[in-house]
T-cell receptor, first 109, second 113 residues
Framework: AQRVTQPEKLLSVFKGAPVELKCNYS??????LFWYVQYSRQRLQLLLR?????SIKGFTADLNKGETSFHLKKPFAQEEDSAMYYC???????????WGAGTKLIIKP | EAGVTQFPSHSVIEKGQTVTLRCDPI?????LYWYRRVMGKEIKFLLH????????ESGMPNNRFLAERTGGTYSTLKVQPAELEDSGVYFC???????????FGPGTRLLVL
């Protein structure tokens, strides 16, 4: 079965420090991968998708097929980055999303 | 553009009662998904509609859950009778085409006592 793994439930870093949220996926052909974010009292929203290769809010994520990873990175964390972050991938059939367990990111002042 | 809306935002019911959750997708979005996050676990897929047709309901936990999307617009998810393990947050998402971004509603937080 396809899986998405986020090993860290909680990640706490100081403002200005680099951030890396880990995501690994089970190998399956050419995967598509996403990062979704949920800020406090807001809805889930798409942050990044790997095919777009863009940087959103200073975050980037590179698909590493050799390591089957799609880690989310930001060089200098800001307090407003505090949120729940979910890694997800779509199933081939109907594009339903398979989710990691989520990582709660706390940026300390 | 109005986003995906869900009603109610919260529901507290007793075991054995019935609850109906509603999702209004973004206008023109044919694809509608229901997901659920049970406390302490990851978000899980429940089912997928394309217009009014159920494409995949493999994630529905059991036959106490019934989803409909009459007319291909809004969708309802009914739980009857509710059990304690049904507590969680129920999310709805919609997308215009199958491989496009899914936009999420705010979720309905269900608590079964």
């Amino acid at each position: 079965a396809q899986r998405v793994t986020q090993p860290e439930k909680l990640l706490s870093v100081f403002k200005g420090a680099p951030v890396e949220l880990k995501c690994n996926y089970s190998y399956s052909g050419s995967p598509e991968l996403f990062w979704y974010v949920q800020y406090s009292r807001q809805r889930l929203q798409l942050l990044l998708r790997h095919i777009s290769r863009e940087s959103i809010k200073g975050f980037t994520a590179d698909l590493n097929k050799g390591e089957t990873s799609f880690h989310l990175k930001k060089p200098f964390a800001q307090e407003e980055d505090s949120a729940m972050y979910y890694c997800a991938r779509p199933m081939d059939s109907n594009y339903q999303l398979i989710w990691g367990a989520g990582t709660k990111l706390i940026i300390k002042p | 553009e109005a986003g995906v809306t869900q009603f109610p935002s919260h529901s507290v019911i007793e075991k054995g009662q019935t609850v109906t959750l509603r999702c209004d997708p973004i206008s023109g979005h044919d694809n509608l998904y229901w997901y659920r996050r049970v406390m302490g676990k990851e978000i899980k897929f429940l089912l997928h509609f394309v217009k009014e047709s159920k494409q995949d309901e493999s994630g529905m936990p059991n036959n106490r859950f019934l989803a409909e999307r009459t007319g291909g617009t809004y969708s309802t998810l009914k739980v009857q009778p509710a059990e304690l393990e049904d507590s969680g947050v129920y999310f709805c998402a919609s997308s215009q085409d199958l491989r496009q971004t899914q936009y999420f509603g705010p979720g309905t937080r269900l608590l079964v006592l």
